[in-house]
Nanobody, 124 residues
């Protein structure tokens, strides 16, 4: 089992920044690829970004590319999502997820463990 706890969400004005963190415990963190997803009210959960086990390979949704940066600290068992130039359409609950296969999946059903989510609200 892997436990994931997100933090860092909040209310920010458009153009602002937030840094989300996802602290993990349980199994060896470095064995998992880690993803960030988000879900806005009335919408399906959507892929935001994923980072490989060693932190070298990263992928982003087109909607956040160039604005968001994913990173991980395997010594601290934590994955981060730096979000800059935030837009109102980024408003959602953000979730981190762990994938034990180590792929770079955009499909949330491929992930094995999920956090409880953290709310991000961007005002215009």
């Amino acid at each position: 089992q892997v436990q994931l706890v997100e933090s860092g969400g909040g209310l920010v004005q458009a153009g602002g920044s937030l840094r989300l963190a996802c602290a993990t415990s349980g199994r060896t963190f470095s064995n998992y690829a880690m993803g960030w997803f988000r879900q806005a009210p009335g919408k399906e959960r959507e892929f935001v970004s994923v980072i490989g086990r060693n932190g070298i390979s990263t992928y982003y949704a087109n909607s956040v590319k160039g604005r968001f940066t994913i990173s991980r600290d395997n010594a601290k068992n934590t994955v981060f999502l730096q979000m800059n130039s935030l837009k109102p359409e980024d408003t959602a609950v953000y979730y981190c997820a762990a994938d034990r296969v180590g792929g770079y999946y955009r499909d949330p059903s491929r992930y094995d463990y999920w956090g409880q989510g953290t709310q991000v609200t961007v005002s215009s």
